[in-house]
């Protein structure tokens, strides 16, 4: 390579790197929360209930707002406070207080991981955070075929995240402790031997925390995250939807294609919305030709 283009490779590495520095030197600022050992478990649960909290308010809503209805999977369904929010609740809280925290804390005594002062290149982020979930998806995908598949692992580990049928966001963490640490241990070991900097790892963190409450949110809104990716490569809420309800198709928890690949891809009825839509197009355009 000559050196013409190596400095334009390194200009263009370095504006790269550029953009994410003031994002990153403003978190170094909180340099002492973000290596104490409490950072971990505090980012996870108030980044998963944050991403939960607008799901719930919608499902109170949705009785008095008829318009919710019209984008809600299950449009009859509401979880009760009772009986389903406050036990995921707790017991997501109860999981990562008494579990997950002690494992961070053993973690963090080892000594805790130095913040480098420089940011990511942009496209090494992008690419990193990609193939995090691209990974994520594929081993998770093996891990659920796998517990769906052997009657004894399922009602061991998985029975439990399949105990509410239609979907809530809180019911998200709704999981056996064997299957939060296993999905944990993807997670790590995937940032690990990516050797992905620490503002990919939380980026990482927030995106497949996000995807996983939409996933079981129980609404299909027009800009949810299926509608915005093209070809059909990623499966969404009314994909995993239906998962719950059916438990033989849609294991991946993301993309579609290993669910194509091995013949369980199933896909989901059109949202009531669209099917209303259809129906009043379809008509008008029918009085026009009579």
Known sequence: MSKHNCSELQVLRSSGQLLLQPLWDRLRTSEALIQSPFFPVLFAIVTY????????????LCPWVPALRRYKIHPDFSPSARQQLLPCLWQTLYQHLVFVFPMTLLYWVRGPALLPPEAPELLQFLRDVLLCLLLFD????????????????????????????????????????WELFSLGFFDLMNITLLRCHPLTVLAFHVLNLWLSVEDHSGYDFPWSTHRLVPFGWYGGVAHHDLHHSQFTCNFAPY?????????TLRPAPLPAIILQNFAERFTWEIYWVI
């Open 49 to 60: 209930l944050g991403f939960c909290l607008p799901f719930v308010v919608l499902d109170f």
């Open 138 to 177: 594929a081993e998770f995908f093996a891990w659920h075929v796998l517990h769906h598949r052997v009657p004894w692992l399922y009602r061991t580990f998985h029975k439990v995240h399949h105990q509410n049928a239609s979907p809530f966001a809180l019911a998200t963490q709704y999981m056996s402790l």
């Open 255 to 263: 993309f579609t294609h290993w669910d194509r690949i091995l013949g």
